[in-house]
Each structure stands twice: as structure tokens, then as C-alpha cells.
């Protein structure tokens, strides 16, 4: 009963949000897209740290993208100022909490699903080959942050910004 009750909490705050942009007609730009994606990256991997005892992973990708983590936080933070003057904090917020809800969800119904692909995400983030955030982000699946209109379909580097890689966009496109 909880669960549902979580679901439809996040599934609301999550259409009140995007609903929100649709209706003031302001799009993301690529930087601004880049940053709603890399907060869901992070929330997801948060979430990871608390249900699949990565405590000890997520701190290492924090404290290695500190910087670009807080420039990707101040950017996402801009962009719901600008899409909502009156409520753009208090959006922000609903939207970083709406996606720990989702993701808290998902990770109860299928943990170990959710804690390999979590594993591999932080094996990917903090190999020594890849410190560039924006790489590893790119490279992620985030479905949770479809929904947000974007000014473009791409960001820098030829990354689809609606959550999926270019070459997962390439193979959907192919099914």
C-alpha cells in the first residue's frame, strides 16, 4: 500500500512539474538538459548507495565530479528559476525528490535488477579511463526525465537529451 501510495505521490509531483514547462512553453537548453539528466543520474546512484549498500561507491563519484556535480546543480537550479519565477526552488525540488521517490520505488520492486545495473553504472563512472562526468552521463538510460521539452533534440556531442545515448536511440530506432 505504501508503495502505490509513493508511486502516485511521485507520478504527480512528476506531471505537476512537467506540466508546469509544457504550459509556459520554455525549453531546455543543452546545458540545461544536460543537468536535468545528470541530477537523475545522481539520484539514481543516491538511491543505490541507501538500498544496495554503495554508500561507499557513491561517495568516490561525488567526491571525484564535486565540481562538475555542484556546476550541473547550479545549472538545474537556473533552469527552474527561469521556467517558474514564483516556484523554481520549490520546483527544483519536487523534481530532485520526485526522482529519488521513482527510483527508491524501482529499486524495491526489482533490487537486484536495479543494484547490478547500479553497480555498473558506478564501475563505468569511476573507472580511471573516464573523468569526465558529462561522458558517463551521456552513456546513461534515465527514462525519468522524459517529459521536459528541450530547445533541441541534442546536446553537445551528439547525445540525445530525453535520457537515452545516441547509440540506444540508434538500436530503439532499429526495433
Known sequence: MKAILRTGVAASMMCAMVGQCWAAGVCANPQEARALKTAAVQQKLMVAALYCDDVGFYNRFVITFQKELQDSDAVLLNYFQRTNVNTGTDDYHAYKTA??????????????????R???????????DNR??????????IPEIYGYATCDDRVAGGDLVAGASSEFAAQSARN
Not at 526522482?99 to 547490478?116: D, E, K, P, W
Not at 547500479?118 to 580511471?128: C, S, T, V
Request: hydrophobic share 50%.
Open 132 to 141: 569526465a562526468l558529462a561522458t558517463f552521463v551521456s552513456a546513461q538510460y
Open 99 to 116: 526522482l529519488a521517490n521513482n527510483f527508491s520505488v524501482s529499486s524495491v520492486r526489482h533490487m537486484g535488477y536495479y543494484c547490478s
Open 118 to 128: 547500479a553497480n555498473a553504472a558506478f564501475d563505468a563512472a569511476l573507472n580511471p
